[in-house]
């Protein structure tokens, strides 16, 4: 058994934590957004995106949280972990506006988080 089989659930959990603290731009998506991209985007649509979007990367980070505790959860879940992550990644790579240091962090831990999850489907 390779080792990142037999440790996915700390992988699963710890990656999960991490992703789930983005709910905090559900919570406060001003604060949020000048932390991690270094500017607020103003006006209610662009609050009621960012809510969104917070939500919905957190529920995401609570679904890998799940998936380490019931396996038969786990591939529709880390497809879509992968699909949000890389996603990201893409966008930071590619749109300069979203080059704050924060948010090329955030965007590496994501593409680590991607190769950790591919390998385990992999070696699954």
Not at 9 to 22: A, M, N
Not at 24 to 31: I, N
Request: proline share 3%; charged share 10%.
């Amino acid at each position: 058994m390779s080792w990142i089989v037999r440790n996915i659930g700390w992988v699963l959990i710890v990656s999960g934590l991490g992703t789930s603290s983005v709910l905090l731009m559900a919570a406060d998506p001003r604060l949020a957004m000048q932390t991690i991209f270094g500017e607020v985007a103003e006006g209610p649509v662009a609050a009621l995106i960012a809510r969104s979007w917070g939500a919905l990367v957190g529920a995401s980070g609570l679904l890998l949280i799940y998936a380490a505790y019931h396996a038969e959860t786990r591939l529709p879940i880390l497809l879509y972990s992968i699909a949000g992550k890389l996603g990201f990644v893409v966008l930071v790579a590619v749109t300069p506006a979203f080059r704050s240091r924060l948010a090329a962090v955030l965007a590496a831990g994501d593409l680590a988080i991607v190769l950790l999850l591919g390998w385990y489907l992999i070696a699954r």
